[in-house]
């Protein structure tokens, strides 16, 4: 689940200054920011670190700050994540971006991602995505698309992710809500090798969420990751995680 006001999930390695400044000129040239910036920060345990259908290691324990505020022209949002997992794996991943409403319907957004890994002797590059995205509700149902370009300097990785998303949220009542979230990606190129093409892989997520108090929720949830590529196994994990907003 990579998601939300998001404290993003992974990491010490990488080059938050950069995304900062990024965030900054953004913010200057879309306009005036208005006072209120929301702040919070997440805690959070998962068996398996499935990033984007592909598993990478066990045991993931994972820290976010995340960081929202307007513009006059739009609102933006900066998220950190630090995470570590079996194999003494480190990741540290950091992310900016921009989003308006177009009218009542649509929201887009645009961004920067980079992601950073040391440790364990992982083969994978250091990551740096612009990305592009679209969101919408309709009938209760949250529906989003977003495409990652590979910008980094390197012909291991992918060019292109592409993912959609579906999600529906319900008040169970007593300080307690649930979600249902399905998401599809799609690698261009295999994302372990670069022996396959166009790998897809799709997930299910059932996620309850209890509110503590004003400040403090408290999330668990249980995932499936299914594809019909070798490339990509079919995975059943879950996790927890206690959010605090500053």
């Given at each position: ?90 990741e540290f ?12 319907a649509l ?28 969101s919408t ?110």
């Open positions: 689940m990579d998601k939300r006001i998001l404290p993003l999930k992974g990491f010490p390695v990488a080059r938050p200054t950069c995304m900062l400044s990024i965030a900054g000129l953004s913010t200057t040239l879309l306009g005036s920011a208005n006072a209120d910036i929301e702040s919070s920060a997440s805690v959070g345990y998962h068996s398996d670190y499935i990033y984007r259908g592909v598993n990478l290691g066990e045991d993931l324990v994972d820290f976010s700050l995340g960081f929202a505020g307007n513009t006059d022209l739009a609102d933006w949002n900066i998220g950190l994540w630090s995470g570590s997992w079996a194999g003494n794996v480190d991943r950091a992310e900016a971006s921009v989003s308006r409403c177009v009218n009542d929201t887009v957004s645009a961004g920067l991602a980079n992601r950073s890994h040391e440790g364990g002797g992982l083969l994978v590059a250091d990551q740096l995505e612009p990305f592009l995205g679209a509700n309709l009938g209760g149902i949250a529906l989003s698309a977003s495409i990652y370009f590979n910008g980094s300097d390197d012909s291991y990785t992918h060019d292109f992710y592409y993912e959609v998303g579906a999600s529906y949220s319900v008040d169970l009542g007593g300080s307690l809500s649930g979600s249902l979230i399905a998401n599809a990606g799609v690698w261009d190129t295999e994302p372990l090798g670069r022996v396959a093409a166009d790998v897809m892989f799709y997930s299910v997520t059932d996620a309850l969420e209890y509110a503590a108090s004003d400040a403090i929720t408290l999330s668990a949830y249980l995932s499936h990751s299914v594809s019909d590529d070798w490339v990509l196994e079919d995975e059943t994990f879950g996790g927890a995680s206690d959010s605090v907003s500053l």
